[in-house]
T-cell receptor, first 116, second 111 residues
Framework: ETGVTQTPRHLVMGMTNKKSLKCEQHLGHNAMYWYKQSAKKPLELMFVYSLEERVENNSVPSRFSPECPNSSHLFLHLHTLQPEDSALYLC???????????????FGPGTRLTVL | AQSVTQPDIHITVSEGASLELRCNYSYGATPYLFWYVQSPGQGLQLLLKYFSGDTLVQGIKGFEAEFKRSQSSFNLRKPSVHWSDAAEYFCAVGARYKLTFGKGTLLTVNP
């Protein structure tokens, strides 16, 4: 595997379910990101991790819980979601996190989440 | 706070025709500017980026973009479009660690 991979690619869940999204980067990067891509809205940054430490939580509701056990893996734990949380969730990584101008973000293919 | 506007939601061009996708940004300082492309079922791929210096930036797949400070624009161009260029294109402005994206322009290429 190369680049940034995400599993599952598609997920359907009920509002009372608990599920997790997984992201893995094979680029040796130190920073990882979760983004939300909703229909007709710009990509929204949700979380930023640097060397397993969360450095940004962009006012995301607590029903989304990120976890970064090491610099190669990032999870997004989901519980009691709402239908409006249905979206494409994208993971990205970069060498470092402090300067987007020099540290290009590489994106995974995303997980298409549908909340019923 | 920075913002990005992509005025065209959907553009259709014929294969072989030239292409220009518009992007306007709002940012108080000298911006970092990016164009990403997203093909169906794929993540975002960086086409090109501008930091400083030459205002005409060359990217991958034959794309280029021109930074015009006076117009707060960073338009993406390609002289001859290929069918494989059909995708959604996102302009973004960067500040520190944060990328702020536009809503995207969907490109359809007719044979």
């Amino acid at each position: 595997e190369t680049g940034v991979t995400q599993t599952p690619r598609h997920l359907v869940m009920g509002m009372t379910n608990k599920k997790s999204l997984k992201c893995e980067q094979h680029l040796g990067h130190n920073a990882m990101y979760w983004y939300k891509q909703s229909a007709k809205k710009p990509l929204e940054l949700m979380f930023v991790y640097s060397l397993e430490e969360r450095v940004e939580n962009n006012s995301v509701p607590s029903r989304f819980s990120p976890e970064c056990p090491n610099s190669s893996h990032l999870f997004l734990h989901l519980h009691t979601l709402q239908p409006e949380d249905s979206a494409l969730y994208l993971c990205a990584s970069s060498q470092e996190w402090r300067e987007v101008g020099t540290d290009t973000q590489y994106f995974g293919p995303g997980t298409r989440l549908t909340v019923l | 706070a920075q913002s990005v506007t992509q005025p065209d939601i959907h553009i259709t061009v014929s294969e072989g025709a030239s292409l220009e996708l518009r992007c306007n940004y709002s940012y108080g300082a000298t911006p970092y500017l990016f164009w990403y492309v997203q093909s169906p079922g794929q993540g975002l791929q960086l086409l090109l980026k501008y930091f400083s210096g030459d205002t005409l930036v060359q990217g991958i797949k034959g794309f280029e973009a021109e930074f015009k400070r006076s117009q707060s624009s960073f338009n993406l161009r390609k002289p001859s479009v290929h069918w494989s260029d059909a995708a959604e294109y996102f302009c973004a402005v960067g500040a520190r660690y944060k990328l702020t994206f536009g809503k995207g322009t969907l490109l359809t290429v007719n044979p």
